[in-house]
């Protein structure tokens, strides 16, 4: 990382001040109605206190001065309607230069048709009501969804998390989201990528959101399950309510760059982001958008 470096050249040569730390979350899933599974976290990658997916800690990039690099941010999946048996929408991937992040993964859809797995992503959506079985994570980004009981009337699985597994739905509560991963890469410690909580039926206990952004799962009758945070990746809730009602979509991801302060970033056109100075470093946060960055 560039904190561990004191002088002025790495034993490759590269100049220090030639090193660009990162993190590039993907955009989180959506829940899927009807007592539905919640979505899984945008997979995580980043050079600053942890990764996802307990990996190893990602390199940071040596980028090249007057040279365009490509960023992109992942837009957080769409819910899937009440009753309509699908799984929610996974969410968008978030791009810089070469390293990419998966979106996560659609929560599982109730079984009344279907088997209730969720779907595969950057980290996995969590079983719809009567799924049990889980849905994969991306190796070194995030972790699975949670299960749900093999009967109706449980609780479902939460959404998978850059930093643990969803928790599985039971008899009387459905599964907690999986915990994001905190970084200090901003100046100061923060939770990205927690997926969604689990819905269950009337009576029972909804599935909490994973810290770093997760939406809480709904209660059948109420719906009242929240969408995952904007530019934390975050998986959205279990839906669980009537049909026409809104069900909690993922939260879009984020791109955080921090280099050296005798660089100065060009933010292209396309792309949403603002500069500040912590310390010794300058740190680049792109919201929204595609588009290139540069250095100066």
């Given amino acids: 990382m560039i904190g561990a470096i004191t002088a002025g050249l790495l034993a490759s040569g590269t100049p220090a001040s030639l090193l660009i730390d990162y993190l ?8 899927a109605g009807d007592i539905g599974g919640a979505g899984g976290a945008g997979g995580l990658r980043c050079t600053v206190g942890a990764t996802g ?4 800690l990602e390199s940071p990039l040596t ?3 007057s040279t365009n690099y490509t960023v992109t941010i992942g837009a957080g999946g769409a819910g899937a309607g009440m009753t309509s048996n699908l799984p929610g929408s996974n969410g968008s991937n978030s791009i810089f230069s070469t390293i990419t992040s998966i979106g996560g993964g659609g929560g599982g859809p109730n079984t009344n048709n279907v088997t209730g797995i969720g779907n595969v992503g950057g980290s996995g959506g969590g079983a719809g009501e009567g799924g049990s079985n889980r849905a994969a994570g991306t190796v070194n980004q995030g972790y699975a969804g949670g299960a749900a009981q093999n009967a109706s009337l449980y609780g479902t699985g939460g959404g ?3 930093g643990a597994v969803g928790g599985d739905g039971g008899t ?5 989201g999986g915990i994001g991963i905190a970084t200090s890469i901003s100046g100061s410690s923060t939770y990205y990528a927690g997926g969604g909580g689990g819905s269950i039926f009337s009576g029972g206990t909804r ?4 810290n770093g952004g997760g939406g809480q799962g709904g209660i059948y009758s109420a719906n009242d399950g929240t969408s995952g945070t904007a530019n934390t990746g975050g998986g959205g809730g279990g839906g669980a309510g009537s049909v ?4 909690p979509s993922g939260g879009s991801g984020v791109v955080i760059l921090r280099y050296d302060t005798g660089l100065t970033i060009t933010i ?10 912590a310390g010794a470093y300058k740190i680049t946060t792109i919201t929204a958008g595609t588009g290139n960055v540069s250095w100066a």
């Fill in 24 to 31: 590039v979350v993907a955009g989180g899933a959506g829940g």
């Fill in 268 to 277: 292209g056109a396309g792309l949403t982001g603002s500069t500040t100075t």
């Fill in 172 to 176: 009387t509560a459905a599964g907690n």
């Fill in 207 to 210: 599935g909490s959101g994973g």
């Fill in 63 to 65: 980028i090249a001065k």
């Fill in 244 to 247: 026409g009602q809104p069900v």
């Fill in 160 to 162: 998978g998390g850059a």
């Fill in 53 to 56: 997916g307990g990996g190893s």
